[in-house]
């Protein structure tokens, strides 16, 4: 790569990154999500290692003030000074203040894919100062119970894996992956009449979910609400209970990441090994699938794994400890037309097979190219022996943001900026790539 380019590339996302700080965290988009959401703060923390480690720590730390009694790390946490209808659903949607165990600040109730274990390691690694380790000793415990809520109360279906109860959890919202568990969720867009979506004020409406959608979304949180956000008798009331790839690949990730720190802070690290060595087994006996050859999420409703081949499946190879069989199973499920993983890309990855007929290049996580799904599979191509895919995939995306810029999601075929234009966790993960 020529050097002014990547000199004009780390000056673009230190700018993009600077532009979203907002004192204690870092937004994910001035206009779209005005406040700090949970996997974004842990993409952004890697980013921030790289250039000012001390928001890296401060990031991460903000977002782990604000965990709940029994360890869930909620998917959002609510500026005070940005109250009153910037974003839909608010706190006042959400009423986190009602609920046990609920932390001072303002919240949702639900979480997202816990990849900070694995940032705190890679700052950690970037940086090994006497500021990191202590942050360190401050996270371990707070990533710990983070880890033992997944295994623990979410544990639904009873075989080792964390379950998601709404589609926001997995961060890849409107997935086809969702759309069978989401159609049976008896919604009526009559109930937007009473709220009022903000995203389609920023965003095109025919880059964001629908309607339905939304509907849906709604009714899933207030069904969690209702029960103030309880994970007991999940089974016999909540309409949404699904096993996701990510989640658990995350969860397992972690565990690999924790046996790291907890060496760092005099902790001992066998627990955590063991942990992931249970986790990744189970993902590989209940997600895998060898007839498709590739990863399903698992309906704990039905007992049906899910049938879309959705990027999700691609996922696991985040787990260090996957087995040579489902690795190469997964390059395979990438290198193919559905995907188009290859040592130089023609086109950008895609959210969604793009050879299914649901795919749709505009919509948000129905077929755009995202940079954190690259990254999470660029790390994993690079962990499990695959050089040249990976430094082919870290080009393409290169050229995604050399091309548009740091937008929050691409069209898979031209490469076109879509969404919000100045996104966070782009910038922050495209300064790792470049490293
Ligand atoms: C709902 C902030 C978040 C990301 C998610 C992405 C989107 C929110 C929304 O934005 O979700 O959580 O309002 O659409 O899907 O992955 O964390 O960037």
């Known amino acids: 790569m020529v050097d002014a380019v990547v000199t004009r590339l780390r000056a673009l996302a230190a700018d993009t990154l600077a532009g979203n700080w907002e004192h204690d965290h870092t937004v994910p988009s001035r206009t779209l999500y005005p406040h700090q959401w949970s996997w974004d703060s842990a993409f952004v923390a890697v980013g921030w290692a790289h250039l000012r480690p001390d928001r890296a720590w401060r990031e991460l730390r903000t977002l782990f003030a604000a965990q709940w009694a029994d360890g869930r790390v909620p998917h959002i946490v609510f500026n005070p000074a940005r109250r009153g209808g910037a974003y839909f659903p608010g706190p006042d949607f959400w009423a986190s203040a009602r609920a046990d165990g609920a932390p001072a600040v303002a919240t949702s109730g639900l979480l997202q894919p816990p990849v900070h ?82 995203d389609t004020d920023h965003a095109d409406v025919a880059h964001r979910p629908t309607d339905l959608d939304y509907a849906r979304y709604v009714a899933l949180a207030e069904s969690y609400r209702a029960h103030g956000y309880r994970d007991d008798g999940l089974p016999q009331r909540h309409p949404f209970l699904v096993e996701c790839p990510l989640v658990n690949a995350a969860a397992g990730a972690a565990e690999h990441a924790l046996a790291g720190i907890a060496a760092v802070v005099g902790a001992d690290p066998g627990p955590h090994r063991d942990r992931a060595a249970r986790i990744t087994a189970a993902v590989v006996d209940r997600l895998y699938d060898p007839a498709s050859g590739t990863f399903h999420p698992r309906d704990v409703r039905t007992g049906a794994l899910l049938p879309a081949r959705t990027v999700l499946g691609l996922l696991p190879l985040i787990l260090p400890d996957l087995p040579r069989r489902q690795v190469d199973a997964i390059v395979a499920e990438a290198r193919s037309a559905r995907f188009g993983l290859a040592a130089r890309m023609e086109r950008p990855l895609p959210s969604h097979d793009r050879t299914a007929p649901d795919f749709e290049p505009v919509r948000y996580w129905r077929g755009p190219s995202w940079i954190n799904i690259g990254w999470l599979l660029w790390r994993g191509l690079r962990g499990h022996g695959h050089p040249e895919l990976a430094a082919g995939l870290a080009a393409s995306m290169i050229r995604l943001v050399a091309t548009a810029g740091a937008h929050e999601y691409f069209h898979p075929d031209t490469g076109a900026g879509l969404g919000s234009p100045r996104f966070a966790w782009t910038a922050a993960l495209l300064l790792d790539v470049l490293a």
């Open 117 to 198: 274990a694995l940032a705190a390691w890679l700052a950690h690694r970037r940086a090994p100062t006497a500021q990191a380790r202590s942050a360190l000793r401050w996270l371990y415990p707070r990533l710990v119970a983070q880890q033992r809520y997944l295994a623990g109360r979410r544990d639904v279906g009873g075989a080792g894996l964390a379950c998601i109860v709404h589609p926001w959890e997995s961060g890849l919202d409107n997935s086809p992956a969702w759309d069978l568990p989401l159609a049976a969720v008896p919604a009526d867009t009559a109930v937007l009449r009473a709220y009022r979506r903000r």
